[in-house]
């Protein structure tokens, strides 16, 4: 017996050992690197906001409100003069810069001197288009964040209807071949064996039109996530109601992107009246020149007050001064519209969300029960030879309109609770609380 054998055979059970449970583990390992990830709401909308070119501009925006605010409570530039005066254009003296006494060259500085109550209302005017800015980039960040949502959840709903209507359609092919077989055995007619496959036909109709819904929602929702929109999605959220907002609706309007942005522009035209208020006030410019002449005379020195004369004041001061407390009014009117529009919203939202929930709950303890007892029942009275194909498809049909109605109740939902929950906009990489699997 060669002695080698049996550290061969040894070598061979190591080998099998350390082998087997790699290749059990090769097709699992290549199912799940072959499986694309999955995209949850949350990562969608926070794709969204950060790919977001609205969400951009708005930043580039805020970026230049606040360049603004440094120029806005400067004094204006000075200004350099520089002259050549009362030349002499004929007789001896023609365009000679020396021999004749009038004849001068200037060089002068002039400086406007801006009131300080004016510089400062027109830095406070620039603050408040700052804050206008980063109100309306919150605002545009929520419209962006929204919208990512609705779409994701338009395909998501979508694909929950392709998923009930090839269920339905895997019965109705069982149905066509058990109408068959009682067709050829002599205990069933041609015409529901035409029936069954005409309710085939019908849902696949219907599964084309769930199709083209998935693709019109991956379209709208690669407009905020690019391509990742072909990939599969997550399960979906648990859809409850926004903690920021109470059970009565009471909520802090002022934290909403809407109504903060109302505000700060009814800032801004209060700003904009404390700006024409002390425009009122002329600002005077003082101007310094020194005139040099020929060696045989004085060089001199001239100090110039230029003081706008606002002589019709009543007319151009005041009434640029009025329209501005006008506009005060016209944005204080449509802070108080939004404030009560968005009021409107979240109570009629809050009694829409409580209707879906009763009718959710009807469908799941009563409804949906009862059409598939009654599904079961029609066909176990067809297969006893007591019922008819005819009502079998009925009772199917009806399931499955039951089921659809309660998917387009959760849509309902869902669609709310984007609206809702997205009026503030969420801080980028927040999850969404997730469904109970």
């Known amino acids: ?3 080698r054998l049996p550290v061969a055979a040894a070598r061979l059970a190591v080998c099998r050992a350390l082998l087997l449970p790699l290749l059990l583990q090769w097709p699992l390992a290549q199912a799940l690197a ?3 990830p999955a995209l949850p709401l949350d990562a969608a909308v926070g794709i969204a906001t950060r790919h977001a070119r609205q969400v951009d501009a708005m930043t580039a925006q805020v970026r230049a409100a606040r360049e603004r605010t440094v120029a806005a409570g400067q004094r204006p530039d000075p200004v350099l003069k520089l002259g050549l005066n009362n030349l002499p254009i004929d007789g001896p003296d023609r365009f000679s810069v020396t021999r ?3 004849t001068m060259r200037s060089v002068g500085l ?3 001197f801006t009131r300080a109550d004016k510089r400062a209302a027109r830095g406070a005017r620039a603050e408040r288009d700052v804050a206008l800015a980063e109100a309306e980039r919150r605002q545009a960040v929520a419209a962006v964040q929204r919208d990512a949502a609705l779409a994701w959840l338009d395909r998501s709903f979508a694909e929950s209807v392709r998923e009930q209507l090839l269920g339905q359609i895997a019965q109705a092919g ?8 009682m067709y050829h055995s002599g205990r069933g007619s041609q015409a529901d064996v035409y029936a069954a496959r005409s309710e085939v036909e019908g849902l696949r109709d219907r599964l084309d039109e769930a199709e083209r819904d998935i693709e019109v929602a991956t379209a709208r929702l690669a407009r905020y996530v690019g391509d990742a929109a072909n990939e599969p999605l997550g399960s979906r959220p648990a859809f409850v109601l926004p903690a920021w907002l109470a059970v009565d609706g009471a909520v802090a309007l002022d934290a909403l992107p809407d109504i903060a942005a109302r505000r700060e522009q009814e800032a801004a035209a209060v700003a904009d ?3 024409a208020d002390a425009e009122r006030q002329a600002d005077w410019s003082v101007e310094l020149m020194y005139s040099q002449r020929g060696t045989a005379y004085s060089n001199m020195v001239s100090i110039n007050l230029s003081v706008p004369l606002q002589w019709d004041r009543a007319r151009r001061q005041d009434r640029e001064h009025a329209a501005t407390l006008a506009r005060i009014d016209e944005a204080q009117a ?4 939004a404030e009560r529009a968005v009021q409107a919203e979240l109570q009629s939202g809050q009694r829409a969300w409580r209707s879906h929930e009763r009718r959710l709950r009807r469908h799941d303890e009563a409804l949906l029960p009862l059409a598939e007892q009654r599904a079961a029942a029609t066909l176990s009275a067809y297969a006893a030879g007591s019922g008819t194909l005819a009502a079998v498809f009925e009772a199917r049909r009806n399931a499955l309109q039951v089921h659809l109605d309660r998917l387009s109740i959760e849509a309902d939902i869902a669609r ?3 609206q809702l929950n997205f009026l503030m906009p969420q801080p980028d990489g927040q999850a969404l609380p997730r469904s109970t699997p």
């Open 273 to 275: 009246a404390q700006v």
């Open 34 to 36: 072959a499986t694309p």
């Open 100 to 102: 004749d006494f009038m």
């Open 334 to 337: 449509r802070r108080e519209d």
């Open 1 to 3: 017996m060669n002695p």
């Open 174 to 181: 069982q149905q066509v071949q058990a109408a068959e077989v």
């Open 110 to 112: 002039m400086q406007e």
């Open 416 to 418: 709310l609770w984007a």
